[in-house]
């Protein structure tokens, strides 16, 4: 069996891919929340996600296949269909946030006067493009935007680093435990990593050290988006909160920028089109699972399933206060469930069912 991914695809993935899209609207999100401990509310969700990752790899590193083909073969079509079903509805609910962000980002900042409702169909376009390709069209991508991300990184920090007053990121916990918790669990619609993680275990070809890899391109994940938020709070402060869209506004007030013209539009461009195929991600793996449980051609899927959300945000923007409030605050809880505490469960359950299965085979042998 050809093998969807290679390790160094998923490192990309973590390191390229999945950052981008947090640093949008949610660094000023928890900045109304936990002020300049923000960053520590980012620390926990990455630490509870690093934490999930790392249970499934130990218990499901020796399998031969995807979480939800071994689901189907340990527990039946079934539970697996069940599964299945709800991380359907798990990544369609993520798509929510990032893709609104994104889409007010693009017609707020990059354009002069309001543009159409239509503006934004071509990202929809792209999606359904990728949604309809095999599942290596992930690692392909991560490959190839790899150095697109870390140009971004590299200029946007450099800008952002001499302005930054770090300082003001302390006393550490001045707004209470309450306060730096209920930060991170509005923030879960961006985090929940280890979803995405259930597609790679059983499909990547395996060498040594893979586990080290893997776990180190988490951890340098991680610390991008802490290193951004504390580089977010540190140039703003106590104003943070009111700067909508962090990935413009925290390198607009450089001395540099200032004098010249703003070239951080070079960075700026680079992480949004990076963030395009971030946006993706929840809409094929949400595509790839409808397919698992009905039998449709990938084209009609990639389409039923990018429908809900073309439709909310062409006819519901009015309403997408509410919508908000929803995700951040109701499915957040709906979030922590299935992106952490299930699949870790289950990849326990699973590694204890073949371990009773293994000793079975050498006691019958």
């Not at 969807?4 to 900045?31: D, E, G, H, N, T």
């Not at 169909?121 to 599942?135: E, G, S």
């Not at 050290?209 to 180190?216: C, E, H, S, V």
Request: hydrophobic share 55%; aromatic share 18%; with cysteine.
């Amino acid at each position: 069996m050809i093998k969807a991914f290679k390790p160094r695809q998923i490192c990309f993935f973590y390191v390229a891919i999945l950052p981008v899209i947090k640093f949008f609207m949610m660094p000023s999100l928890i900045c109304g929340i936990s002020g300049e401990d923000l960053w520590i509310s980012v620390l926990i969700n990455c630490l509870v996600d690093f934490t999930a990752i790392f249970i499934v790899y130990i218990c499901l590193k020796d399998a031969d296949c995807d979480f939800f083909t071994l689901n189907e073969r340990l527990f039946g079509k079934a539970f697996s269909n069940t599964v299945a079903a709800l991380y359907i509805v798990f990544f369609l609910l993520k798509t929510v946030m990032p893709l609104n962000e994104v889409k007010d980002y693009v017609e707020m900042t990059l354009y002069i006067t309001s543009p159409s409702i239509f503006t934004f169909m071509p990202v929809f376009a792209l999606i359904i493009f990728v949604c309809i390709h095999h599942l290596r069209v992930v690692g392909r991508i991560a490959d190839g935007m790899l150095i697109v991300a870390l140009i971004g990184y590299a200029f946007m920090f450099a800008l952002a680093l001499p302005n930054t007053d770090f300082g003001a990121l302390l006393p550490v916990g001045a707004h209470g435990a309450k306060n730096i918790l209920q930060g991170s669990y509005v923030s879960e619609p961006w985090f929940n990593d280890c979803a995405y993680f259930l597609f790679f275990m059983g499909n990547y070809v395996k060498g040594k050290k893979d586990g080290l890899k893997i776990f180190a391109s988490v951890a340098v994940s991680a610390v991008i988006v802490i290193f951004f938020c504390m580089l977010f709070y540190g140039t703003f402060t106590s104003i943070a909160f009111r700067q909508r869209f962090a990935l413009t506004e925290i390198s607009k007030y450089t001395t540099v920028i200032n004098n010249t013209e703003r070239f951080d539009y070079i960075p700026i461009f680079a992480l949004l089109f990076t963030a395009v195929f971030s946006l993706a991600l929840p809409f094929y793996f949400a595509t790839e699972l409808f397919v698992r449980i009905l039998p449709v051609k990938r084209n009609l899927a990639a389409v039923i399933i990018s429908l809900p959300s073309i439709i909310l945000l062409l006819f519901f923007e009015e309403y997408f206060a509410t919508v908000e409030n929803f995700i951040t605050q109701i499915a957040s809880g709906f979030f922590i469930l299935f992106g952490t505490v299930f699949p870790a469960t289950l990849a326990v359950i699973m590694k204890i069912r073949l371990s009773k299965e293994h000793k079975f085979e050498i006691q019958r042998g």
